[in-house]
């Protein structure tokens, strides 16, 4: 047995465990970045991988230094450092700084280690650090529930529960059964299964041998060793979980990205058949387009033939009536002269049959005669010539009437056939014809059917490709921004959320457009009613909004944009024409404006001033010998003209009562003349209308050449005589309008209030700066105006001249740290001041509590401090306690949306018990839990004064602690619950 080791010995064991421990800690987060650390005392000095581990253990981000050379850049890491630890994760460090770590003392780094580690992984674990023992007591709870079920393992102590390395050995069988094969483990070999088990541990889950093998069979190990050694098992079985999660996540986004891959190639093929089938049916539809070319202009081949045809046919139809018109009378004819031929030929017949009997008898006897006369011819030949010459004759005159009579009826019959055939051939010829007309008519008939058929079957096809190529079309476009949602989620949302963002930009943007364009044609007809203006009829209708909605409700968005941007620009070509009329026929009625002597020199080194009787009409600022002398003697137009005031002069006239001159230098071009005022007073009663009017046209001339359209409510602000307040929230100032402005605020000695909150000044701040020191203002609101630092410190530097300023309104600006210097400065000179309004701006703690140690040590009757918004947390808001339970002016404090937790709440509620004059207290949206909240209702309790808390929007979560909460005598105007 070996001997026992010394307390001394021990705590340096101890501290060599921790180094070994916290060191696999760290590494175990910082070797995934590539930055593991092997000296804790020169590894973490300069605050940058303390920072990185804590990022990666919390999954939050800090702000540091990533690349520190100073040693201040150091200790700021490090500070951030140890302030997140004690502040966000509750971890209690005493005596801990950050020289203490930059010096690299070791046993104050394993001392926040320590502290830390016990918070994260050992209360996790199930201990807890209220009761004695919780964290041993929870590490073996937890080693009981992962050993549970496994033989020769029972877990009571550290003392008796490891020496045979069993419970060991389970918790890495439980951890992965390949590491060790617990079964086959004999409890007897007591000292060799500690370090078979210490062994895998170290290699498979990179825990270092914390332990001495020795003390762990003997029972002696310390138990914090113990503990440590066991959390780290825990870390390594919840990092082993993560890890299997994550592969877990990654093999299903394996298996979704191979599906989608899948997908996408199934849709690529669908694409692509898609794509052929429409090529194909492109191509079909080209061919059919062709043929139906073709067949059109075949039909319209056929519609010429059947013209044709149709020509030809009643061409014929008009010949073949005339032929059976002629061939009916011929045929008549003929029938008649066949008749007359048939009797003849009767007749004929019947005279040559008679003829033929008669000479039937007479034949043979002529015969014989004739063979007689011939031979007594022959004999007698010279004799009888005469008689043979008769007798000839008269046989020939036989023969011939024969054969005429023969002819003729030969004649007949062939004319007879003839006809026949004839009309036969018309009858055939007019058959073909009609055959032929309606064979085309059928033909024409069958090929406009054809047609028709065709040009529907091309209609359809038509349809059906293009319903198809829709289809096609669709189902690309939908599988295409399918694939890209499915690729691109994340973007897509983004893109949707940036597309929300900006959609309600437009439309606000629009909502503001309308209004304007309201507010401007209201101004436009209110302007022209006043100034009776004489125009056309058609503009004098006035402006209705419900018909330019619903005209605006038909239209898109752009269109909308388009319409309403159209009829802005008509309605400022209609103001610019009406104040130019406004002021021509101001002009024409010669209103006089003031008049009255004054003493005036067209040279300043002129000693001697004349008194002339000045007349202010109009544009124009006229002089006169005397009030009746009608004879101009000089005029100057207020148009164009430059004022300038001059250093006061002596009146070097000794004899004249008056001592000096306050002179002005009216300018116009090359023509000039210098007025001397006799007294300021004096001066002030001519300035305001002459600076008022050169203002207006000035304003009226750069907002032209700017294209900008005259606003009425600077015109209005112009033209006042007596001007109180000058209210512009929410009213775009151009540099034209600002330059207007303050060329009158410093005449008006009745003003009070000037408020430009959201009139986007940014720069254009530095102009109001020397009007604004020239005033008597009581408040200014200049909210809403990018104003920066410098040039608000400029401002307040203004402001500081004006004793009677009651109210400073800057919040929602771009104010930070920088400011406050100045405002410390030359706030204390405004002892009047009771609203200081800062809200909204950049701060933070630093600003704030530098702020209110500056105005803690001024005399000022302040009533109201309103820093919401201004990134302040607990230390910012404990100065702003320190401040309250000093302060006996303030009654209103104004803290909403900041980032003060329960520690700067109860700062604030013991502040409150000192201090029984504020009666509002503004702490919405902040991060105050239970704690803060109920410091706060006890501080109401003894709080005679407080008339109203703002709670809302804080981290308060249900509990018994909280019934006190409800305090008689306080009501809750609201109260919103949410399930934690």
């Known amino acids: 047995m070996a001997p026992k080791k010394s307390r001394q010995e021990r705590e340096k064991n101890w501290e060599a465990v921790q180094i070994k421990a916290f060191t696999a800690w760290v590494n175990s987060y910082l070797d995934r970045k590539g930055r593991g650390i092997t000296d804790l005392t020169t590894d973490l000095c300069d605050g940058v991988r303390i920072n990185e581990f804590l990022e990666m253990l919390t999954s939050r981000t800090l702000k540091y230094e990533k690349e520190p050379s100073l040693k201040v850049q150091k200790i700021e890491n490090l ?51 209220a009761e004695k023992g919780g964290e041993e007591s929870g590490v073996l709870k937890w080693v009981r529930e992962m050993t549970e079920g496994y033989p020769n393992v029972h877990i009571h102590t550290f003392k008796d529960s490891f020496n045979d390395g069993m419970a060991l050995a389970a918790l890495i069988h439980r951890f992965n059964s390949d590491y060790v094969d617990f079964y086959s483990m004999d409890p007897k070999e007591k000292e060799a299964n500690v370090i078979k088990a210490m062994e895998i541990a170290e290699e498979k889950l990179g825990i270092p041998k914390l332990l001495d093998v020795n003390e762990v069979v003997e029972g002696s190990v310390d138990e914090r060793s113990y503990t440590l050694y066991l959390s780290l098992l825990n870390h390594a079985f919840e990092t082993q979980a993560d890890k299997m999660k994550m592969e877990n996540e990654k093999r299903s986004v394996t298996d979704q990205l191979k599906q989608l ?110 063979d007689e006369l011939k031979k007594t011819l022959s004999d007698e030949r010279e004799k009888n010539s005469e008689n043979t010459a008769f007798l000839e004759e008269k046989v020939n005159v036989l023969s011939q009437l024969i054969e005429e009579h023969e002819e003729e009826k030969l004649e007949a019959t062939e004319e007879a056939n003839r006809l026949k055939e004839q009309l036969e051939r018309e009858r055939r010829e007019k058959k073909q014809l009609k055959e032929k007309a309606e064979k085309a008519a059928k033909e024409s008939q069958d090929i406009a059917s054809k047609l028709e058929d065709a040009e529907q079957r091309r209609t359809r096809m038509t349809k059906e490709v293009d319903q198809l190529k829709k289809k ?18 994340q973007k897509e949302v983004q893109g949707l959320r940036k597309k929300a963002i900006v959609d309600g930009k437009a439309r606000n943007g629009l909502d503001v457009l309308k209004m304007n364009l309201q507010e401007h044609l209201e101004d436009l007809y209110h302007w022209r009613d006043l100034h009776e203006m004489d125009l056309e009829e058609d503009n004098k ?65 002129v000693k001697d001033w004349k008194k002339q009787w000045f007349v202010l009409r109009g544009s124009n600022l006229l002089y006169y010998k005397d009030p009746k002398d009608e004879k101009v003697q000089g005029q100057l137009s207020l148009m164009d003209c430059q004022m300038i005031a001059l250093k006061a002069e002596k009146n070097e006239d000794e ?10 230098k009216i300018g116009q071009g090359d023509k000039s003349i210098y007025l001397g005022f006799t007294s300021l007073k004096e001066k002030a009663s001519w300035m305001l209308p002459l600076r008022s009017k050169n203002a207006h046209f000035a304003y009226l001339a750069a907002a032209e050449a700017a294209k900008n359209r005259p606003d009425t409510r600077i015109l209005s602000t112009l033209q006042c005589k007596e001007l109180k307040t000058v209210h512009l929230e929410g009213l775009i100032l151009p540099a034209e309008a600002v330059d207007a402005l303050v060329a009158v605020i410093p005449l008006h000695e009745t003003l009070e209030t000037i408020s430009l909150a959201d009139s986007n000044l940014g720069e254009l701040v530095k102009p109001l700066l020397e009007a604004v020191s020239k005033t008597k203002l009581r408040a200014i609101n200049l909210a809403k105006n990018q104003i920066s630092s410098e040039n608000a410190a400029a401002l307040v530097k203004a402001l500081a001249t004006n004793e009677g300023l009651q109210e400073i309104h800057l919040e929602n600006n771009n104010l ?39 105005l803690q040590s001024a005399t000022l009757g302040l009533a109201a401090l309103q820093l919401g918004g201004n990134g302040i947390g607990d230390a910012g808001a404990a ?99 949410q399930r934690i």
Request: aromatic share 4%; no cysteine.
């Open 472 to 489: 096609v079309a669709k189902e690309m476009e939908r599988r295409k921004a399918k694939s890209k949602a499915m690729l691109d989620l």
């Open 79 to 129: 500070a951030q450092a140890l302030n997140f630890i004690t502040k966000d994760l509750g971890v209690r460090l005493i005596g801990i700084g950050a020289e203490d770590l930059i010096d690299g003392n070791l046993k104050l780094i394993l001392g926040l280690l320590w502290s830390l580690f016990r918070k994260v992984r050992i209360s996790a674990m199930g201990g807890g650090e």
């Open 261 to 370: 891959k899948d997908e996408l190639d199934e849709e690529h093929r669908a694409k692509l058949e898609l794509e052929r089938l429409s090529d194909e049916l492109e191509a079909k539809l080209a061919e059919k387009t062709d043929e139906a070319a073709k067949l059109r202009e075949e039909l319209d081949d056929l519609k010429h033939k059947y013209s044709d045809l149709n020509d030809e046919k009643n061409r014929l139809a008009d010949e073949l009536a005339d032929l059976r018109q002629t061939t009916s009378a011929e045929i008549e004819r003929l029938t008649r002269h066949r008749d007359k031929l048939s009797t003849e030929l009767e007749e004929l017949h019947r005279k040559v049959a008679e003829e033929r009997e008669r000479l039937g008898g007479e034949k043979g006897t002529l015969l014989n005669d004739l």
């Open 816 to 854: 930070d740290k920088e400011v406050i210097q100045t405002l410390i400065e030359e706030i204390p000179k405004l002892e009047k001041l009771r609203v200081l309004d800062l809200s909204d701006n950049k701060l933070g703690d630093s600003g704030s509590s530098k702020l209110v140690d500056g």
């Open 541 to 605: 209708l006035p402006f209705d909004l419900n018909a330019v909605v619903k005209e605006l409700s038909t239209k898109r968005f752009e269109e909308q944009l388009e319409f309403l941007g159209t009829r802005l620009k008509e309605e400022n070509t209609n103001l610019e024409r009406i104040l130019k009329l406004s002021d021509s026929q101001y002009e024409m009625k010669q209103t006089v404006d003031k008049e009255g002597w004054l003493h005036m020199k067209a040279n300043k080194k």
């Open 655 to 664: 004899k004249s009562p008056i001592k000096k001159f306050f002179i002005v």
């Open 879 to 977: 100065s702003i306690a320190n401040f309250i339970s000093k302060n006996k002016t303030v009654s209103k404090i104004v803290l909403r949306d900041n980032k003060i937790s329960d520690e700067g709440a109860i700062a604030l509620a013991s502040a409150l018990k000192e201090n029984d004059l504020i009666d509002e207290l503004d702490l919405a949206n902040n991060r105050i839990g239970n704690k803060g909240a109920i410091a706060i209702k006890k501080a109401l309790k003894s709080h005679k004064s407080m008339l109203s808390v703002n709670l809302s929007g804080n981290k308060l979560a249900g509990g018994s602690e909280l019934n006190e909460f409800f305090v008689e005598g306080y009501s809750f105007p609201e109260l919103s619950l």
